[in-house]
């Protein structure tokens, strides 16, 4: 199995411009999360979907972030616009209901917004 | 609300000898999942070991262990023969309904 997949790997941007960070999950996974990690926070959830819906995104910072799943092999986590304070390391993972809750992490996307 | 705390930012370990990190949780569920995560430098999280909370028995992976102890709301890691490459950040993590919460993290090194 190729494993959670995550692009880009890095991502340097400019303060204002719109950042698209994509996600493929392990296929027969039905749940995916977005993560951020920053040296000051942790590890925090953003949002997750359950079956391609968006169950929680309590997590969601503000207005500027936005997630979707389209179907169920693919995600996407949108910044727009970017600041500063966004620059972080964000993770995608996913995991199969019900098949014991491991869930399985991508290889993040560093984020620079400068 | 579900809290996972880890009380120890850093450790250190020599070589071949055991290390354990220690991970205390709060919930009122009586259903859940517990994990351990290890981040190298490269920032993969990966799993170490899982634990489901209705098992009596400790998890064990290679030289990998967990003592959980459900009353007390502890699920401590046990490394023994410490490698080289065990040197990194350890998350200890819960999980129910999909509501996942993860710990601070424990930056262990290994010392030759």
């Known amino acids: 199995d190729a494993g959670v997949i995550q692009s880009p790997r890095h991502e340097v941007t400019e303060m204002g411009q719109e950042v698209t960070l994509r996600c493929k999950p392990i296929?027969?996974?039905?749940?995916l999360f977005w993560y951020r990690q920053t040296m000051m926070r942790g590890l925090e959830l953003l949002i997750y979907?359950?079956?391609?819906?968006?169950i929680d995104d309590s997590g969601m910072p503000e207005d500027r972030f936005s997630a979707k799943m389209p179907n169920a092999s693919f995600s996407t986590l949108k910044i727009q616009p970017s600041e500063p304070r966004d620059s972080a390391v964000y993770f995608c993972?996913?995991?199969?209901w019900g098949s014991g809750e491991t869930q399985y992490f991508g290889p993040g996307t560093r984020l620079l917004v400068l | 609300a579900q809290t996972v705390t880890q009380s120890q930012p850093e450790m250190s370990v020599q070589e071949a000898e055991t290390v354990t990190l220690s991970c205390t949780y709060d919930?009122?569920?009586?259903?859940?999942?517990l994990f351990w995560y290890k981040q190298p430098p490269s920032r993969q999280m990966i799993l170490v070991i899982r634990?489901?909370?209705?098992?009596?028995q400790n998890a064990t992976e290679n030289r990998f262990s967990v003592n959980f102890q459900k009353a007390a709301k502890s699920f401590s890691l046990k490394i023994s023969d410490s490698q080289l490459g065990d040197t990194a950040m350890y998350f200890c993590?819960?999980?129910?309904?999909?509501?996942?919460?993860f710990g601070a993290g424990t930056r262990l090194t290994v010392k030759p």
């Open positions: 993590a819960f999980i129910n309904n999909n509501d996942m919460r």
């Open positions: 979907f359950n079956n391609n819906v968006p």
């Open positions: 993972a996913s995991t199969r």
């Open positions: 634990q489901e909370a209705y098992k009596q």
């Open positions: 919930t009122s569920e009586n259903n859940y999942y």
């Open positions: 296929s027969g996974h039905n749940s």
